[in-house]
């Protein structure tokens, strides 16, 4: 059974930082291109950032290009999203998705998904 399990999130101010963690098992790890995707109330699951199986090659949504970073630690079965210049429209549900096509933007390329962690920041 694969499980995608996400920590990290919180309560932060704006300008702050935070890393968020997600654990694969029950699957080889770097076997799953990865990607982290986002939910605000009432908006629709967005595209944060990618990243392939190797970790040599990483995307990014415009809106967090240069303040995001994700990577990921084979050996650890982890992939992390490092966020530094957090924003209030930052503020959402993040969760991770573990697919096969590398550095897709698309949800219905993901195959396995996380529960998600609140993200919350405040002006």
């Known amino acids: 059974q694969v499980q995608l399990v996400e920590s990290g999130g919180g309560l932060v101010q704006a300008g702050g930082s935070l890393r968020l963690s997600c654990v694969l098992s029950g699957r080889t790890f770097n076997n799953y291109a990865m990607g982290w995707f986002r939910q605000a109330p009432g908006k629709e699951r967005e595209f944060v950032a990618a990243i392939n199986r190797s970790g040599g090659s990483t995307y990014y949504a415009d809106s967090v290009k240069g303040r995001f970073t994700i990577s990921r630690d084979n050996a650890k079965n982890t992939v992390y999203l490092q966020m530094n210049s957090l924003k209030p429209e930052d503020t959402a549900v993040y969760y991770c998705?573990?697919?096969?096509?590398?550095?897709?933007?698309?949800?219905?390329?993901?195959?396995?998904w996380g529960q998600g962690t609140q993200v919350t920041v405040s002006s």
């Open positions: 998705a573990a697919g096969v096509v590398a550095g897709s933007a698309q949800k219905y390329e993901y195959s396995y």
